[in-house]
């Protein structure tokens, strides 16, 4: 029988190359690089290394007898704190410099959530529609140690109590056992709850559960598979047909999945150090790219956050990729300062690390509530508050959430009001604000359907479309025409209804950070919005939509293309670049409601005959 320890663990050159993969496909996809939609899978090929690494140390020691928990910590601990200590330090100190009050109130909760490992439980409890967006936060990618290090806690512990006689068989049974379930979680969250489905550590045990299967597999081999170098070329196409072609159709763990995570277990398992494969992997520019690719991984996010929080346009492709040496150049310098002394426990004993690193964790989470308890540090930007309260990203959302009074509750209409009938999610509930704020609220009898394709309440929708003076349909920036909007418009134009609306798409800043700035020295900046709002617009005008098309980027841009995103009185329009603040309501309003399609609402309220209600302005 072959050295078990020996055999599962010694220095494999070709998995540093796949590290190296891994990483660089994950930098790639988070700098938005062509050809890289499917680069998030670079973080599931490094869950399967974990596996199989990690298992195999602990096999191999709970074979000769040297296994020790605290032994085992204290290698995590070296090879994993050191480093994200360092990287939260210059993200908090990046953080105080470059980002608003809000998003850096949200970092100070991610950089407590990191060190407790528990990102990935943070971002899972905070997900919804008016998050922020997670190219502008710097530690989103730590999620995925979250999901490791609670691997951690309890794989030693596993693997403790299943040793002694028949430990591989009773291994095996139990990591199959669990990795089977965890994939029926992973596929039936994959519909049904896809966020907490990607990020939480029951949908992906599975993958780190494949990489110990294999290992485990392992410890009986006394030589290379048959055919092996065929089966390593199959892993690896595996993986990079994945990539290339999976792209955005994947977002969580689910059925295919299963082609880059069997992929990289062949390439693990069918080890061949002559093939072809493991010499590609095992060349000198993957092998150093793999030696560094923690502390390139670490560092990468937390790089491009800062460079788009720092643009009122999105960077371009190419601004994104020239910065990707320079992370390695970064992760390099980490290697040498920051990672190797920790490793090597006669520089740094063991009393040493943990007074160091205890040290260091109570800071920084000081740090982080810091930055959460004082609102992102508002001090900073006090000025701005005063001056423009609305402009703060809690209260858009306030604003934006609070039309949901107008939610259809069945109620039969006030014939003594204009009956308004708006479909649509935040972008319609925006309309609604710009109507309150141009006429008042209480002007108009509002109806809100969330749901603009709920078939269940057609026959609702058609009743309240007949004794509707305007029905309107609003939705987010992007989506352009759809089919649902073409066949509820003429479902309702048949039933009866006189006049409806479809709201074209809107957008502004890509980043408000640097137009805040310019607020206090009275500037009012023009930007492109992102390019899928122009498009959008442009496709939207030729469709035959049954009904009137109300161009609100066609309003509001300039002959650039450029759109504002502070009012003429220096308000913010939009914190988060799509929806309104009450500011930004006002300012929209008049112009918007400008436009023919709406003469219906002027009609109607001239008929009220209420001497209170202001005309447009």
């Avoid at 308000?571 to 929209?588: E, F, N, P, V």
């Amino acid at each position: 029988m072959p050295d078990l320890a020996r055999s599962s663990t010694s220095y494999r050159a070709d998995i540093d190359g796949l590290r190296a993969i891994a990483v660089l496909v994950v930098m790639f996809y988070h700098a938005h690089l062509p050809g890289f939609g499917g680069g998030f899978l670079g973080v599931d090929i490094f869950f399967v290394i974990s596996g199989f690494l990690i298992t195999g140390i602990i096999a191999g020691e709970i074979a000769n007898g040297s296994f020790s928990i605290i032994g085992f910590y204290d290698r995590r601990a070296r090879r994993i704190l050191p480093a994200l200590f360092a990287t939260l330090l210059l993200t908090a100190i990046g953080g105080w410099a470059m980002m608003l009050p809000g998003d850096l109130r949200v970092l100070g909760q991610s950089i407590v959530a990191t060190v407790a490992f528990a990102n990935n439980i943070l971002l899972w409890k905070t997900s919804g529609y008016f998050d922020i967006v997670n190219d502008f936060k710097p530690l989103v990618h730590t999620w995925s140690l979250a999901v490791e290090e609670q691997y951690y806690l309890f794989i030693p512990l596993l693997m403790a109590l299943l040793s002694g006689p028949r430990f591989r068989a009773r291994a095996l049974f139990a990591m199959g056992a669990l990795s089977l379930a965890s994939f029926a979680i992973a596929v039936i969250d994959a519909e049904r709850a896809p966020v907490s489905d990607f990020l939480m550590l029951s949908s992906r045990l599975w993958e780190i559960g494949a990489g110990s299967l294999v290992s485990l597999a392992l410890r009986e081999r006394s030589a290379a598979l048959p055919r092996a170098p065929l089966l390593s070329a199959l892993g690896l196409a595996m993986i990079l047909g994945s990539i290339a072609l999976l792209g955005e159709t994947l977002s969580a763990p689910n059925w295919a999945t299963l082609i880059p995570v069997i992929g990289t277990c062949l390439l693990l398992g069918a080890h061949a150090p002559a093939g072809p494969v493991a010499r590609l992997l095992g060349t000198p520019p993957l092998r150093a790219i793999g030696l560094i690719s923690y502390s390139a991984y670490l560092l990468h996010q937390p790089l491009f956050a800062f460079i788009r929080l720092t643009s009122l346009a999105e960077p371009a492709p190419r601004v994104m990729a020239a910065t990707i040496p320079l992370i390695l150049a970064v992760a390099a310098l980490f290697w040498w300062v920051i990672e190797r002394p920790f490793r090597d426990r006669r520089r740094i004993g063991r009393r040493a690390l943990v007074a160091m690193l205890a040290s260091a964790a109570g800071a920084l989470l000081a740090l982080g509530f810091a930055f959460h308890l004082s609102d992102g540090a508002l001090g900073r930007f006090g000025w701005v508050k005063q001056a423009d309260p609305g402009s703060m990203p809690t209260a858009e959302k306030a604003y934006n959430e609070a039309t949901y009074r107008y939610l259809e509750k069945g109620t039969a209409p006030d014939r003594r009001r204009p009956l308004l009938l708006v479909f649509g999610n935040s972008f319609a509930r925006d309309f609604i604000n710009m109507i309150d704020e141009q006429w008042g609220r209480g002007t108009f009898d509002i109806r809100l359907r969330s749901d603009q394709c709920d078939t269940e309440s057609a026959a609702l929708d058609r009743r309240l479309a007949m004794n509707a003076t305007l029905v309107v349909f609003g939705s987010g920036a992007g989506l352009g025409p759809t089919t649902c909007y073409i066949e509820q418009a003429r479902s309702m134009r048949q039933a009866g209804a006189r006049h409806i609306v479809i709201l074209g798409t809107k957008g502004f800043a890509f980043n408000n950070g640097p137009a805040l700035a310019m607020l206090g020295a009275g500037k009012t900046p023009m930007v492109i919005p992102i390019d899928h709002v122009r498009a959008a617009s442009i496709a939207a005008r030729r469709v035959d939509w049954g009904a009137d098309y109300a161009d609100i980027y066609g309003r509001i841009a300039d002959a650039q293309g450029r759109v504002p995103v502070l009012t003429p009185e220096g308000k913010i329009i939009s914190t988060d670049g799509r929806h309104l603040t009450q500011a930004g309501a006002r300012w929209l309003g008049p112009i918007l409601l400008a436009d023919r399609a709406f003469d219906p609402l002027r009609v109607a309220l001239s008929r009220t005959n209420r001497s209170a209600v202001p005309p447009i302005r």
